[in-house]
């Protein structure tokens, strides 16, 4: 309430700005007012300003945009939180700078358990591949693993290979590998999740992975300290999220625990953002566990705290081999990956999580996983009938002429990642775009032939897999160019990705009418930027940052 009573004083008001609403009927404005959390009025700074009591906080957008909170459709708050604090390895190349940058890490941490490192190329010694003896020969004395920026592979020195146990290799489930040596013993490089878990454990930070790795809970629970060590982690994931302009997260990896430590924070001092947490369904579950989804659903369902969905993963990534492919990989013509699941445990999987009226979320990487997780959905809705599902496909980096037009028939959402493509932001063109090969480019991250084929998509970065920051991710749609001459433009215009990142946000969350949007009644959810991003040229979008960031009315960064 403000000081001057009961009035229609809003408790905020943000002036002098380029207000972006994303509402068709009324697209600019020059300020906005909250109160209670909410939108009161967006409109001319005159009308806002009649709104002002004495004790309305004023924010001077100085001629900014003022944009809806951006909506980071896919992420992974726990891990990325954690990971803020490891050795980062983007952007480093060839074993001399590998080899400083890790022992420098090295000397300024000489308590760690295992140092970790995190985004280093595939291509970082070029065409050879890592293995624990180039580690060893960096840090033969101390375990280290470092892992690739898909979060797919890592690559471990001997030292972390013993102490993890898996130096002799280990029995994995299906499209995992402990890549083993001529020597008999294992290479150093591991391949997806089973294969490192056991190294990164030694880190401590196992809890931090298990809404990931295993999508259980804590055992044995951690203890006082433990718990709020962790709460810490999520603190430092949400900051960072808000930091860049962000309000609403739909998390990818998930738990029971991750909701506790979150319901902790917001009764504490409250949340800087909104989170979504799925219950991550893996391989080795029975049909009968998705009663703790419907419980984590029921439990947790408040516009700041909330569940609703399922995640899987049904394939890994193309830079391992571990995608699921149609026809052959271009550089490996007698693979075509192996699926985490069969298409009908999936297929039943579908039905079952559709029955329930949940949401499920796909990682599908190959055109064969995307195949078959459509098949899925198109099962759940002959099985159960045709409902508003909103079901997603995660990533979608490859996928067919035949599949292209089934996201729109099945109302199914396109969940993709503008940093992603290759050359896009950080990624190297190789080994990706030889992997998939020529023939496969034209429906490569194909965010604009889905678009036109009536598909909803929406945006995210993957973070920590990709840069946090909606705004680079932008700049990467808006920017885009074909590997070949021949190949469509998948761009986005600049209004197209705002909105992927905003009003598509909130459609995949099924809150459209409440957020994703500056209207009078929607959650007062908005960033303000440092400059008229629509009069910004598309390669200095990187320079736009955000100054301000208001989530359900109160400021949770300013710059």
Not at 62 to 68: A, C, F, R, T, W
Not at 464 to 473: C, E, K, N
């Amino acid at each position: 309430m403000s000081a001057t009573g009961t009035g229609h004083n809003a408790d905020l008001i943000v002036i002098n700005g380029r207000v972006l609403t994303m509402d068709g009927g009324n697209p600019a404005a020059e300020a906005v007012a909250v109160k209670d959390g909410a939108i009161i009025a967006v409109g001319s700074r005159a009308a806002i300003e009649e709104l002002k009591g004495t004790a309305t906080q004023v924010i001077d957008a100085k001629g900014g945009s003022v944009l809806p909170g951006f909506i980071e459709a896919h992420m992974h708050l726990f891990s990325g939180g954690a990971e803020l604090a490891h050795l980062q390895l983007g952007g480093v190349h060839g074993f001399e700078a590998l080899k400083q940058v890790i022992r420098d890490y090295a000397s300024t941490k000489p308590e760690a358990k295992m140092l970790v490192g995190q985004g280093v190329d595939y291509t970082v010694l070029d065409d050879e591949r890592v293995t624990r003896h180039h580690l060893d020969a960096i840090l033969p004395d101390r375990p280290f693993c470092m892992a690739a920026p898909d979060h797919h592979t890592m690559w471990a020195n001997t030292k972390a290979l013993e102490m993890a146990g898996i130096l002799h290799g280990r029995a994995l489930g299906p499209g995992n590998e402990i890549v083993m040596g001529d020597d008999g013993l294992a290479a150093g490089e591991l391949r997806e999740g089973e294969a490192f878990g056991p190294v990164l454990d030694l880190a401590g930070e196992g809890r931090v992975r298990l809404g990931l790795a295993t999508g259980g809970e804590p055992d044995p629970m951690p203890s006082a300290t433990e718990r709020a060590a962790d709460r810490d982690i999520m603190r430092r994931g949400l900051a960072w999220c808000a930091r860049h302009g962000i309000t609403s997260i739909q998390n990818m990896d998930g738990n029971l625990y991750q909701l506790e430590l979150l319901a902790e924070i917001d009764a504490e001092e409250g949340l800087p953002c909104r989170v979504q947490i799925p219950f991550h369904y893996k391989n080795f579950m029975t049909l009968d566990m998705l009663d703790k989804a419907s419980v984590m659903t029921e439990r947790y369902n408040s516009e700041w705290l909330s569940c609703g969905m399922v995640k899987v993963f049904y394939d890994g990534v193309l830079d391992s081999w571990t995608a699921v492919m149609v026809e052959p990989y271009a550089d490996r013509t007698d693979w075509v990956g192996e699926p985490l699941f069969t298409p009908q445990q999936f297929a039943d999987l579908a039905v079952a999580v559709d029955k329930r009226g949940l949401q499920m979320a796909v990682h599908s990487i190959g055109d064969g996983a995307v195949r078959a997780v459509l098949d899925g959905y198109e099962a759940a809705q002959k099985a159960n009938g045709k409902r508003d599902s909103r079901h997603r496909v995660e990533h979608i980096e490859v996928t067919t002429t035949a599949d292209v037009p089934r996201f729109a028939e099945l109302g199914v959402i396109a969940s993709m990642q503008p940093p992603h493509p290759p050359g896009a932001m950080d990624f190297p063109l190789e080994p990706t775009v030889s992997r998939i090969g020529p023939a496969r480019w034209p429906l490569s991250y194909a965010w604009r032939t889905l678009k036109n084929a009536g598909a909803h998509v929406v945006f995210a970065s993957d973070w920590p897999v990709s840069p946090i920051d909606p705004i680079l991710g932008i700049q990467a749609a808006v920017m885009r160019k074909p590997w070949a001459d021949s190949d469509p433009d998948q761009s986005f215009s600049l209004q197209e990705s705002l909105a992927a990142y905003t009003v598509e946000g909130a459609y995949a969350e099924f809150a459209e009418h409440r957020k994703g949007t500056l209207k009078s009644g929607y959650m007062a959810d908005l960033v303000v930027l440092s400059a008229d991003i629509e009069k910004t040229a598309p390669a200095d979008l990187h320079k736009v940052r955000p100054v301000t960031t208001i989530c359900g009315g109160k400021v949770t960064y300013q710059a």
